[in-house]
């Protein structure tokens, strides 16, 4: 599958030494890497096909200083959708109020009709992307029906409906970055951790060698601002069981088999 990190602080971090820690796991997930780092001046979103530990672009990126008040990364083993940079995350889209949306997933959907038309929308080929899609619709939708741009809480509620109508039978471990809001959720039993320090709140597929790790709390959407939880949504209890024989309609449906 994939691995996935995130931070979210109350100023800025210089997040190297995760980040280095982090992208050497890249042995087990080869097949691409990205890079998101948010602050109040600008946003920098770096990703390529390419094994992590072996990219140029990254090694020199992580030589320089890495600050950052929010931050998104993720390593990617391809289950769906070839080795390509369109299939890397993060994955980005603008809402209709202007907002950009970031997304990150360690996960598979295997059952998700609504996705389902997003895949002739998409740049690349991952059902990772096509949720970034349909959740951005979703929130336009709420726009229209407000006439207006939505509130942070208000964004939460749409999130956590759709984190709750997606999680049957889907592994959804996800990190979303909002420019205000970063969103973790996890169903996938041990696959989520975070760590608080001085500094803010830090999620990974794995504990890193720094500090003290505890589980995300389990099938239910959280909402972090300036590394403090300010949202927790409804517990659906849907938990995902890894079945290996899932896989194989999905790899004959890529295929074309």
């Known amino acids: 599958?994939?691995?996935?990190?995130?931070?979210?602080?109350?100023?800025?971090?210089?997040?190297?030494?995760?980040?280095?820690?982090?992208?050497?796991?890249?042995?087990?997930?080869?097949?691409?890497?990205?890079?998101?780092?948010?602050?109040?001046?600008?946003?920098?979103?770096?990703?390529?096909?390419?094994?992590?530990?072996?990219?140029?672009?990254?090694?020199?990126?992580?030589?320089?200083?890495?600050?950052?008040?929010?931050?998104?990364?993720?390593?990617?083993?391809?289950?769906?959708?070839?080795?390509?940079?369109?299939?890397?995350?993060?994955?980005?889209a603008t809402d209709n109020s202007g907002r950009t949306w970031t997304l990150i997933h360690n996960g598979t959907v295997?059952?998700?009709?609504?996705?389902?038309?997003?895949?002739?929308?998409?740049?690349?080929?991952?059902?990772?992307?096509?949720?970034l899609l349909y959740l951005v619709d979703c929130v336009n939708a709420?726009?229209?029906?407000?006439?207006?741009?939505?509130?942070?809480a208000e964004r939460f509620a749409v999130l956590d409906e759709i984190v709750r109508d997606s999680s049957p039978k889907n592994k959804l471990n996800i990190l979303i970055y909002d420019g205000e809001t970063l969103y973790a959720h996890t169903n996938f039993r041990d696959s989520l951790y975070y760590r608080r320090d001085q500094y803010g709140v830090t999620f990974s597929t794995q504990p890193l060698a720094e500090g003290i790790w505890n589980h995300v709390p389990f099938t239910t959407l959280l909402g972090y601002q300036n590394g403090a939880r300010v949202f927790t949504g409804t517990e659906h209890h849907h938990e995902y069981f890894f079945d290996p024989s899932a896989y194989k309609p999905l790899y004959m449906a890529y295929s074309g088999l």
């Open 110 to 131: 295997f059952e998700a009709e609504k996705l389902h038309p997003y895949i002739f929308l998409q740049k690349g080929e991952t059902d990772s992307e096509r949720i």
């Open 142 to 152: 709420a726009i229209k029906r407000m006439g207006r741009p939505l509130t942070a």
């Open 1 to 92: 599958m994939c691995e996935i990190y995130g931070f979210s602080g109350n100023r800025k971090k210089e997040l190297r030494r995760d980040l280095r820690e982090f992208y050497a796991h890249s042995d087990k997930h080869p097949n691409g890497w990205g890079l998101a780092l948010f602050d109040e001046e600008k946003t920098e979103l770096l990703k390529e096909e390419y094994r992590a530990d072996r990219s140029t672009v990254l090694r020199e990126r992580l030589n320089a200083p890495v600050l950052a008040q929010n931050a998104l990364a993720h390593i990617r083993l391809a289950t769906i959708g070839n080795v390509e940079p369109d299939n890397c995350h993060p994955f980005t």
